[in-house]
């Protein structure tokens, strides 16, 4: 069966990972080939879709981007703006967990790819002085990054999810808008339902009270930023050149001097993000050549079972699989308007909200790996924090498709 197949490769690609201490990359380029040999691609084939993947334009776009962004947060943290900017958030707000997780909230309204790589050092340096696991870290960054999901129009994933379906796309937005409080509210029992305490050595908080001169110097040093939000969602400006023109803007803000910044560039160059992300790519283009994402919802169309459930394990087995909202979307749609004999807005909020919980434990799912990989958590603990809020969303999934 296609589906146990996968299952297997996944374990077998995680185990090796967290029982010999080995590096992500190098695990999911063998679990790919594995993949490939399994569902029966010859060696030269796996090999081409390696060179395939390596070379595609979106990975090379998702390279840049991520390297930019590297760039931008390590400058941001030497000169001292990601320090100043977490400070006045905390004057602002007062409490250490709403600035927690609003940090992640806020840059989740970027749909850009590894988005959770830009707030992953902001949620670092705002609890660098809280008693809070890396695990629980990692938790608050990835989660609040997509509780906007069902909600956003800009999201990829809801715009193909209405077009498949002929739906208005607010009309989906409108059935599925309970999803986002539910989650923001899901993710906050699980982290934030005691106050963070202070690490022993921390410094004492001074009450200071807000004014122009706090807000002036925490808008200034979030302009880097701001200049990337506001450029994409308003100015649809290519995301790449926003990070780029983010990066001249803080240099220049900061008197960054020349001989720095060729110190910041070289340094931020050998990344194993970098590496991830082409070991990504290859195992989705196996996973894509070697038919296995097509059997799944081939195998759930000829299995005997009520297409209610149907409408639940395809999507979510397929997000597990892929990672990617879209992917879901694109590959299940089809077969189950034809399963159901057309699709409507309660049938699809169950299968959107299945999916995205799929995409939400995917260990293919870029902001899932690059979130761990930044925090060094312990992807196990990290899976139990997540059980919860994803199950949570498939009972809502099942609410709203009107069970």
């Not at 400070?87 to 806020?106: E, H, M, Q, T």
């Not at 989906?172 to 539910?182: D, E, G």
């Not at 070697?290 to 005997?304: D, H, R, V, Y």
């Not at 949570?392 to 099942?398: P, V």
Request: aromatic share 10%; net charge positive.
């Amino acid at each position: 069966m296609p589906l146990v197949k996968i299952a297997v490769i996944f374990i077998l690609v995680l185990g090796a990972s967290r029982y010999f201490k080995l590096k992500l990359w190098p695990c999911l380029i063998v679990g790919g080939s594995l993949m490939g040999m399994v569902f029966g691609m010859a060696p030269a084939g796996i090999f081409k879709t390696f060179v395939r993947t390596t070379s595609d334009a979106k990975t090379i776009e998702i390279l840049f981007i991520l390297y930019s962004i590297a760039v931008l947060e390590y400058t941001l943290r030497i000169t001292g703006m990601l320090n100043k900017l977490i400070i006045n958030l905390k004057k602002v707000f007062r409490d250490d967990r709403l600035v927690l997780g609003l940090l992640p909230a806020f840059l989740g309204f970027l749909p850009s790819p590894g988005g959770a790589l830009f707030s992953a050092p902001l949620v670092d340096e705002a609890s660098k002085n809280l008693e809070i696991s890396n695990e629980k870290k990692s938790f608050i960054n990835f989660w609040f990054r997509h509780v906007w999901e069902t909600v956003f129009p800009l999201f990829p994933g809801l715009i193909l999810a209405a077009a498949m379906s002929k739906l208005p796309l607010y009309d989906l937005i409108f059935h599925m808008a309970p999803a986002s409080l539910v989650c923001i509210a899901a993710g906050c029992l699980i982290v934030f339902t005691k106050k963070l305490q202070k690490k022993h050595d921390a410094a004492i908080d001074i009450i200071i009270k807000v004014n122009a001169a706090v807000i002036i110097d925490l808008v200034l040093n979030l302009l880097p930023i701001l200049i990337i939000i506001f450029g994409a969602l308003f100015l649809k400006i290519n995301i790449l050149a926003l990070i780029a023109t983010a990066i001249v803007w803080t240099f220049i803000q900061t008197g960054t001097k020349f001989r720095e910044i060729k110190k910041i560039f070289a340094d931020t160059l050998y990344s194993q993000n970098l590496m991830l992300i082409v070991a990504i790519m290859m195992f989705a283009g196996i996973l894509e050549d070697s038919g296995a994402s097509k059997a799944i919802p081939e195998t759930f169309a000829e299995m005997n079972i009520p297409v209610y459930f149907i409408f639940i394990a395809m999507p979510l087995s397929l997000g597990i699989l892929t990672g990617i909202n879209t992917a879901f979307v694109g590959l299940s749609f089809p077969i189950l308007a034809g399963l159901a004999g057309g699709l409507n807005v309660n049938n699809v909020s169950l299968a959107y909200l299945s999916g995205m919980a799929g995409v939400m434990l995917s260990p293919l799912h870029l902001c899932l790996i690059l979130t761990l990989n930044y925090f060094k958590a312990d992807p196990v603990k990290f899976y139990k924090l997540m059980l919860f809020p994803a199950s949570i969303l498939i009972i809502l999934a099942m609410l709203l498709g009107g069970l």
